[in-house]
């Protein structure tokens, strides 16, 4: 047969990047056929956007006192009568702009948001592997305190921790580290549902084969469990952690709106909301309605990409 006749070898498939293989992946097909998943998405990243870039994007830097100017205040949304289009949202009591507080308030919340989860995760799966691969003793102690954490809201428990720390802390540092003790109350107040599901994921995993196989060749527990274990039980951590952004930023915007906050000199959302309760009877609405708006579509956001994430990542729903 000549080499014209010949029929050509198979041309073998390259392999595949990991960008390639995530838009081949069931996660991502669930997630492009979800119209309203995508929704979210758009809404979650604009919104991280222009808080993260708000000095770029916000028309004014509304806690600039050169660039305020009282003669500006109270004005109202530039749609209706008396209305500046500089302001489209109005402004407030002390002429800032309500477009752009709501831009650097949303940096706080999201900062603290993050801060929080990432440090409750840090918390909540340390103890989870431990007490699911030492199990015994340890594991009842750890558990124990979690069943009683669960039984106390987490607004009452961030409530606690923050008050207790302001009462440790002297008055003139109470601003200064207002922030880092909001972070520690939210994150202590919801590291337990981290401990409880990555306890119940590695008592599974501390009795498969290559756990058995890792400890046979006497590798040392604290590297069996975060360079093998780990990996295995972050899946379901995801998830939680999504989920739990939404709501360390509505326990955040509760304490600000409590007043136990982040101080009045760089509000969130929450002080910002707080703000503008005073003037919502005398007829400025636009003070705290425009950022109750911004919380509620963010919360609402990020709860929607928790719940598909959920759902996209549970083998029993494909």
């Not at 999201?110 to 799966?125: Q, Y």
């Not at 590291?191 to 498969?208: G, H, I, M, N, P």
Request: charged share 15%; glycine share 8%.
């Amino acid at each position: 047969m000549s080499d014209a006749a010949r029929p050509s070898p198979a041309r073998e498939t390259e392999p595949k990047t990991a960008i390639g293989r995530f838009f081949d992946s069931d996660l991502w097909w669930s997630f492009s056929h979800s119209p309203l998943v995508i929704i979210a998405a758009i809404v979650t990243v604009v919104m991280i956007f222009s808080a993260v870039f708000a000095p770029l994007v916000a028309p004014c830097n509304p806690f600039d006192l050169a660039q305020l100017d009282l003669m500006d205040s109270l004005k109202p949304p530039a749609w209706l009568e008396g209305g500046d289009p500089r302001y489209i949202f109005g402004t407030d009591d002390q002429g800032r702009d309500i477009f752009s507080t709501i831009l650097y308030g949303a940096r706080i919340s999201l900062l603290v948001g993050f801060l929080s989860v990432i440090l409750a995760m840090l918390i909540g799966v340390t103890v989870g592997l431990i007490a699911g691969y030492t199990g015994g003793l340890t594991d009842t102690i750890l558990m124990r305190i979690a069943d009683v954490q669960l039984t106390f809201p987490a607004i009452l428990i961030a409530l606690l921790v923050d008050g207790v720390m302001r009462g440790l802390l002297p008055p003139e540092m109470h601003e200064e580290v207002a922030i880092y003790v909001l972070v520690l109350a939210i994150a202590l107040s919801s590291w337990v549902q981290y401990a409880r599901t990555v306890r119940s994921s590695a008592l599974v995993e501390r009795t498969k084969e290559y756990v058995q196989a890792a400890q046979v060749i006497g590798l040392p527990a604290p590297l069996i469990l975060f360079r093998h274990i780990l990996p295995n039980v972050m899946g379901p951590v995801l998830v939680i952690a999504t989920i739990q952004l939404a709501l360390a930023i509505i326990i955040e915007a509760t304490l600000s709106f409590l007043g136990v906050g982040v101080p009045p000199t760089s509000p969130s959302l929450g002080t910002l909301i707080r703000i503008g309760n005073d003037y919502l009877f005398s007829g400025e609405w636009w003070i705290t309605v425009f950022p109750g708006l911004a919380l509620i579509i963010l919360v609402l956001a990020v709860n929607l990409l928790g719940d598909w994430l959920r759902d996209a990542l549970n083998p029993k729903l494909r």
